[in-house]
C-alpha cells in the first residue's frame, strides 16, 4: 500500500523567523524587553549621548603639542575649531609629566627610580606567578625591555644604561632557566631600590642586611632548642643590637676602606608617583605580614596577646588616616628621646603600615575564622606545633579565602598614599597638581591633571583588582 | 605497647618554663607584658621629657579660651567668642552631619547602581560596570577636589546674576529660580514659619521646639503606618485576602505633617540678588556640597559592589522557585531576594559606613571645618598643644566609630537568620 498523500523525504529546516534570531533577537532580549527595560535602555542611550556631547568637542579640540602656557592652548583651539570652542589642554602634561612621575628629583639622576621600578617587577615576577615559568620570563623580559628603553629615552647611552641593559638580560636569562633563582633578587630588591633611590655609601644597606643574616643566623642556632618563638626573639634581639650600635661603625669602615657610592638624594626631592609608589610599595610589602601576626594574635589563646591585639586593631581602625598620619608629624617628636632626626618619608611609611596592617588583620582573621574546625583538629592530631600547623595547614587555606579582601585592601592603601600631601610631601593628586596650577602659565586647568592623575591610579588599582581575580581563579580548589 | 595513662608527675623545674607548653604560654605573656610595660614607660618618659625641654604641660584647660576664628557652617549657635569647646562641639555636629547625608545618599545610589549593574538590560548592566570600576579606582580625594574645583571655577560669579534693565542676566538661577550655584556658595530657599512654637534654651544651645514637633509628629505617622501594615498582614493571613491599603497609608504618612506646617505658616525665602551677592535664603559652602557629592558618589560604587556580591550569594534556586509562584521579577527581587541578601549585606555596609564616617576628615582638602578642621586644624595651630588636640581627636572619632558599629551590629544581631 502506498499513500501518496505522505511526504516521503524530510523537509529541510527553515531558517528561524527574522525576529528570533541574529542582532534583532539579541536587541530585543538585551535592550527592549519589556516596557520598563525599554526606558531603562533609552535613558542610558540618553545619558550616554549627553555624556558624549558634553565631552567630544573638548577632547577632539584637544592641543597635544606648540602650546606653553594656558593661553597658548587657548589661542590655538580660538583658530582650529571657532572663538568658542572648548579644547583639552594636554600640552600641560607634556610639559610637567616629569613633576608628575618624579617628583623634585633631580634628572640627571632619574634612571635610579626608573631601574629601581623595572627591578620591582622583576623582583616581583616570582611572587605573583610563582609556578607559571613562561609567564615569569616574559614578563622580565617585558618589563626589562621598558626598562631599558625609558633609560635610553631619559639618558642615552651612558654607562649605568648599558650596565643595566646587562643587568635585566641576565635577570630574564635567570628567571628562564632557573626561576627559582629569582627569588634571591626578590629578597635583595628592599636593600637594592633603598640604595638606588637615596643613594649615599653602598656599605649601609650591605650592613642593613648583614643585620638580617647575623638575624637568621641565631635562630638557627636556637630555635632546634628554644622553639621558633624564642628563636626569632632572640635573633630579632641580635639584629637590633646590631642595626643599633655596630652597623654605623661597620659600614664607615668599610666605606673608608671601600669607598662606593652614589649621589645622596634628599627625601624632600621625591614627589609625584615616585613618591606614591615608594609609600605603597613599602607598605604593603611590611603590612601583610605584619597583619597576619596580629590576626594570629586576636586569635591566641593567651590572654594578654589577644587584648593586645584587640586593643591595637580596634585602636587603628577607628581612627582616620588623617589623624594618622598628623601623629607621624607632629605627635612623634614628643614620643621619642630628643634629638632624634626621622625621615618623614619613613613616619609616614611606618604609620601607613601600621595602618593598612590593621586593616589586613582583619581581613585574615576573617579567613581563619571560615577555615571548618576540623583542619585544625587534624593539624594537631598529625603532632604538628602551632607554627607547623599555622604554615603548612592554616595560613595557606585561610590566606587563599581572604585574597579578595587583602587586594582591596591594598588597593585602599595605594589610594590612600594621595593622603600623605597633608603632611607636606608632594603626592601625585594634591601636591604636584596644586603646583602646576599655581603656575601663572597654567592658571585656570582642571580637568587635565586630574584626568591624568586618576587615569594612572586607575590603571595600577585596576590592575591590581585584576590580578587578584586571576589569582583567586588559580587558586580555585572546589568544584562550586 | 604500653599506655599511658597518667603523664609522669616530674617535679617542677625552671626549664619547664620554657620547653613545656603547658607553662611556656605563661612564660611568653609574661615576657610580653614586661615589653609591653616598658615600652609604654619608654613613650611616656620621652614625653616627659620632650615636654618639659619645651617647657609645656599637658592640660585641657585651653578648650574654655577664646576661640576667635569664624565657622561659616555652624549648625549650633557659635561667634568667634565662644571657646574652643564649643567650636570643637561645631566642627564634630559638621563631621555627623556630612557622614549622615553622605551615608543616606550613598546607600540609595549603591542599591540602585547594585540592582541595576545586575540587571538584564546589556546597556545598563555595562554602564553601571563602568561606573563602579572607575569611581572604585581612583582616589576619594580626587573626587572631593575635582568636585570642589568645577564647582568653585566653572560656575559663574554672583554678580553675572545681577538683572540689568532690557537685559537678560549671564547666569541664571536652577530650579524655577529658586536655587542659585555661583562661584562662592549654593544659594537654596530657607524655610521659614510665620507662627512657630518657641524656642527652649537649654543650658549652652537652643532647641527649637517646632522642629521637635514636626520629627515627632513624623515618628508617630511611621509608628501608626507599621501598626496598619501589621494589622493588614494579621487580616491577610486570616482570609487570604490582602486590603487595599496604599491611599491609607498615604493618607497617615503625610496628612499629619502637611496639616502641622500649614497650621504653623511654611513659607520659602527664596535668595534675590541685591546689591554685590545674593542675600535670603541659606547658602551652603561649596566645600561641604563637594564633600557630600564626592563622597555619596565614591561610597556609592562601593556600595553597590557589596549589594551585587549580597545579591549574587543567594542561590539561584529562591529566584527560580520565586517565579514557578508565579511572583514577578519586580517583586521576586523586593519580597524574596533582597530580604535574604540583606543579611548577608549588613556586616560589609557597616564597616562601609564607618570608613566613610572617617573619610570625612578628608574635608582638610577644601577647608571644610569639621571636626578635624576645628579642633585638629585651627585650635590646634592657634594654641600650639598637638599633645592634647591630636589626643582629644582621635578619641572622639574612635568614640564616633564605636558608637556606629555598636548600632549597627545590634541591627545585624536583630536580622540575622535564627539558628538553632
Redesign the interface.
Known amino acids: 500500500m502506498s499513500l501518496s498523500y505522505i511526504r516521503k523525504d524530510m523537509l529541510a529546516p527553515q531558517a528561524p523567523p527574522i525576529s528570533q534570531s541574529g542582532v534583532i533577537r539579541w536587541v530585543r ?3 527592549f ?1 519589556g516596557p520598563f ?1 525599554t526606558i ?2 533609552l535613558l ?2 540618553w ?2 549621548y549627553q555624556l558624549i556631547a558634553l565631552s567630544w568637542p573638548w577632547l577632539a579640540n584637544g592641543v597635544w603639542s606648540d602650546a606653553n602656557s594656558m593661553a597658548d592652548c587657548r589661542k590655538i583651539v580660538a583658530a582650529s575649531a571657532g572663538p568658542d570652542a572648548s579644547g583639552a589642554c594636554w600640552a600641560m602634561i607634556r610639559e610637567r609629566w616629569s613633576q608628575f612621575i618624579f617628583g623634585f628629583y633631580p634628572p640627571s639622576l632619574w634612571w635610579r627610580p626608573i631601574l629601581a621600578f623595572g627591578l620591582l617587577f622583576v623582583a616581583l615576577a616570582p611572587v605573583l606567578y610563582s609556578d607559571n615559568k613562561s609567564a615569569m620570563s616574559k614578563l622580565c623580559g617585558v618589563v626589562g625591555a621598558l626598562t631599558v628603553l625609558c633609560l635610553i629615552g631619559a639618558d642615552g647611552f651612558s654607562f649605568h644604561t648599558v650596565l643595566a641593559i646587562a643587568l635585566m638580560a641576565a635577570l630574564t636569562a635567570l628567571a628562564a632557566i632557573k626561576p627559582r633563582l629569582l627569588l634571591i633578587v626578590t629578597l635583595l630588591f628592599p636593600f637594592v631600590a633603598l640604595w638606588l633611590l637615596w643613594g649615599g655609601s653602598i656599605w649601609g644597606p650591605i650592613t642593613a642586611l648583614l643585620g638580617f643574616t647575623v638575624m637568621v643566623v641565631i635562630y638557627g642556632l636556637v630555635a632546634p632548642k ?2 621558633p ?2 628563636g626569632a ?1 632572640i635573633g630579632f634581639i641580635a639584629a637590633c643590637l646590631w642595626w643599633l650600635f655596630l652597623q654605623s661603625y661597620v659600614s664607615e669602615a668599610w666605606q673608608a676602606l671601600l669607598p662606593f657610592q652614589l649621589t645622596y638624594v634628599n627625601s624632600d626631592k621625591f614627589g609625584g608617583f615616585l613618591l606614591a609608589f615608594v609609600i605603597g610599595v613599602s607598605s604593603i610589602s611590611i603590612s601583610l605580614p605584619l597583619g597576619i601576626l596580629l590576626a594570629l594574635g586576636r586569635r591566641s ?5 589577644k587584648t ?1 591585639s584587640v586593643g591595637f586593631i ?2 587603628v ?7 594618622m598620619l ?2 607621624a608629624s ?2 612623634l ?6 634629638q632624634t632626626k626621622f625621615d618623614l618619608i619613613l613616619r609616614v611609611v611606618i604609620l601607613v603600615t601600621i595602618f593598612s596592617a590593621a586593616y589586613n588583620a582583619e581581613v585574615v582573621r576573617g579567613g581563619l575564622a571560615a577555615l571548618p574546625r576540623g583542619q585544625y583538629e587534624a593539624a594537631d592530631a598529625l603532632g604538628l606545633d602551632y607554627w607547623q600547623a599555622q604554615r603548612l595547614i592554616i595560613m595557606p587555606q585561610a590566606l587563599k579565602i581572604s585574597i579578595p579582601g587583602i587586594v582591596s585592601t591594598f ?1 585602599g592603601l595605594f ?2 598614599t ?2 600623605v600631601s ?1 603632611v607636606g610631601l608632594a603626592d601625585p ?2 601636591g604636584i ?1 596644586t603646583i602646576v596650577r599655581a603656575d601663572i602659565a597654567w592658571k ?1 586647568i ?1 580637568w587635565e591633571p ?1 584626568i591624568f ?2 587615569a594612572i ?2 590603571i595600577v ?2 590592575g591590581m ?1 585584576r590580578y587578584s581575580m586571576y589569582l583567586e581563579n588559580k587558586l580555585k580548589t572546589d568544584h562550586r | 605497647m604500653t599506655l599511658a595513662t597518667e603523664p609522669p608527675k616530674a617535679n617542677f623545674r625552671l626549664g619547664m618554663l ?1 620547653y613545656d607548653t603547658r607553662y ?2 605563661y612564660t ?2 609574661v ?3 614586661i615589653l ?1 610595660a616598658l615600652g609604654v614607660a619608654w ?1 611616656a618618659n ?2 616627659i ?3 618639659a ?1 619645651k617647657d609645656k604641660d599637658i592640660n585641657f584647660g585651653f578648650l574654655w579660651n577664646r576661640a576667635g576664628y569664624d565657622i561659616d557652617q555652624h549648625l549650633i549657635p557659635y561667634t568667634n567668642d565662644d571657646s574652643h569647646f564649643r567650636a570643637l562641639l561645631v566642627g564634630l555636629c559638621n563631621t555627623l552631619v556630612v557622614a549622615l547625608v553622605g551615608c543616606i545618599l550613598s546607600t540609595i545610589l549603591g542599591v540602585i547602581i547594585g540592582v ?1 549593574r545586575l ?6 548592566a555595562r ?1 553601571m560596570t563602568v561606573y563602579i ?2 569611581f ?7 573626587w572631593i ?2 568636585v570642589y ?2 564647582f568653585s ?1 566653572t560656575r559663574p560669579e554672583p554678580k553675572a546674576f545681577k538683572l540689568v534693565e532690557g537685559q537678560t542676566s549671564a547666569a541664571h538661577m536652577n530650579f524655577f529660580d529658586t536655587i542659585a550655584v555661583t562661584n562662592r556658595g549654593t544659594n537654596v530657599p530657607l524655610p521659614l514659619l510665620t507662627n512657630p512654637l518657641p524656642t527652649v534654651h537649654l543650658g549652652f544651645m537652643p532647641i527649637s521646639l517646632s522642629l521637635i514637633a514636626v520629627i515627632a509628629v513624623i515618628a508617630a505617622s511611621i509608628y501608626a503606618n507599621i501598626l496598619l501594615r501589621r494589622r493588614t498582614k494579621v487580616i491577610q493571613e486570616a482570609t487570604g485576602i490582602r486590603p487595599t491599603i496604599w491611599w491609607k497609608s498615604v493618607l497617615i504618612l503625610f496628612v499629619p505633617v502637611v496639616a502641622l506646617l500649614f497650621a504653623m505658616g511654611l513659607h520659602w525665602e527664596y535668595p534675590v540678588f541685591k546689591g554685590f551677592n545674593f542675600k535670603g535664603g541659606i547658602n551652603i559652602a561649596h566645600s561641604f556640597t563637594a564633600l557630600t557629592i564626592a563622597l555619596t558618589l565614591y561610597y556609592a560604587s562601593v556600595i553597590a559592589e557589596t549589594v551585587r556580591a549580597g545579591i549574587q550569594a543567594i542561590s539561584r534556586g529562591q529566584s527560580e522557585a520565586s517565579a514557578a509562584l508565579g511572583i514577578r521579577p519586580g517583586r521576586t527581587m523586593s519580597l524574596v531576594i533582597l530580604p535574604q541578601a540583606l543579611r548577608v549585606i549588613i556586616p560589609p555596609l557597616i564597616s562601609q559606613y ?1 570608613s566613610l564616617t ?2 570625612t ?2 574635608g ?2 577644601v577647608s571644610y571645618l569639621d571636626l ?1 578642621g576645628t579642633l ?1 586644624g585651627i585650635t ?1 595651630n592657634q594654641t600650639g598643644r ?2 592634647e588636640c ?1 589626643t582629644l ?2 578619641l572622639i ?2 568614640i564616633i ?2 558608637i556606629i558599629s555598636a548600632v549597627m551590629n545590634a541591627y545585624n544581631a536583630s536580622v540575622k537568620l535564627k539558628e538553632r
Do not use: H
Open positions: 532580549d538585551n535592550l524587553k527595560n531603562l535602555t542610558a542611550i545619558t550616554l628554644l622553639g618563638v624564642m626573639s589563646d593567651m590572654f594578654l596577646v593586645l580596634e585602636f581602625r577607628g581612627v582616620p588616616l588623617i589623624t598628623f601623629t607632629l605627635l617628636q614628643y614620643f621619642l628621646p630628643p588597593i589610594k590612600d594621595t593622603l597633608f593628586l594634591r597638581t585656570g582642571y586630574y592623575v586618576g591610579f586607575f588599582c585596576f583588582s | 620554657i611556656r604560654s611568653i605573656q615576657i610580653v607584658l609591653f613613650l620621652n614625653t621629657v620632650n615636654l625641654a541595576l540587571s538584564k538590560n546589556w546597556l545598563v554602564l570600576e572607575i572604585r579606582n581612583v582616589p576619594l580625594l580626587l577636589i575635582l574645583v568645577v571655577e564607618l572617617k573619610d576628615s578628608l582638610i582638602a578635624r585638629g590646634l598637638e599633645l591630636m581627636m582621635m572619632y574612635l566609630s564605636l
